[in-house]
């Protein structure tokens, strides 16, 4: 049978509402009211976009969660939120190049104490070589100021040369302490790099690793910074101590185990079961340039995985962070 063009469209029309009222049937919302009630529908009224809802498949899994729209706070808090994540980031990202770094440049803890030495064996004997410099110049230096006394209890005049020598070897003499100062700080720099590397590299090979373990929350502090999960120090001292509690907040509330522990980051590994909480804690500069300890929370990158890093259970550990350091710091 022939159709004109105007009842094939119509036709047409008709075939396509008629797939997408099946396709719309295969997909459902559910969200609670206000009164905490659970609603079931395959459309979301204008009166109810203001809820957080959850879009199920046919089998009633969920597949998308849609949150509830943000108040100008929540937005605020977000973006610093995603700020200190980032610098976060920086910090696991360099910590992950350290590793690898590491472990393509060391066979074992044997040679790597042995380039320490190599290191410390070479600025040894620059030192070595400057002290005797000094010695040599000290010496010329008191002959020569002997040497113009002469001058000046004869009440005669001072060899311009001879003042020169005299001041020219004066400086050379405190540039040579400079340097000895500079190679001495760089000494004790390569030390503590190597007292950690060689710590970090006992880990990663397996050799041996200790574990802690306490916990309690309490204390007040800053709303917003304890919605953060973020702790702001306020002397260096006690962002030592502040460090040392949060490593162990960290050990005890993750459901993974221990894999960096250095003095900026401490990290559990990435979660890899439904339920687990991969916890990371990062030491950074924050405003008015004074140090800050940031808590996050990781998750599986599923849907199910998400809904556990922003359920109740999982956000009062970042608002419990900030707490718990002021109370076992003494705080209010």
Known sequence: MYLSLPKKLILLSLVCAVFSQTAIAKK??????????????????????????????????????????????????????????????????????????????????????????????????QEKEKQAAIKKLEEDLVAQRKEAATFDIGNKKIPTALLQSIEEDGKKIAQLKAEISEIQAKKARIEKAYLTDKERFEFLTNTTRKTNSTLASSGSGDKALNQLGLFICETPEQCDKAWTIAKDFVKTNSTTKLNVDSDKLVMTNDPVRANDLSLSASKTIGEDNKQQIFLDIRCVETVQGKEICVNPDAQNLRVQFSSYLRSALGLK
Do not use: C
């Open 28 to 125: 459902m919302y559910r969200w609670q009211d206000e009164n905490g009630k659970w609603i079931y529908s395959d459309q979301v009224p204008p009166s109810q976009i203001q809820h957080k809802r959850e879009t199920l498949n046919k089998n009633a899994q969920v597949i998308a969660v849609t949150d509830k729209p943000k108040t100008k706070d929540e937005i605020a808090s977000e973006k610093r939120l995603k700020e200190l994540k980032l610098q976060q980031d920086r910090i696991i990202a360099g910590q992950k190049t350290h590793d690898k770094i590491l472990l393509s440049s060391f066979l074992n803890v044997e040679t790597m104490t042995a380039n320490h030495d190599t290191k410390i064996k070479a600025l040894n004997a």
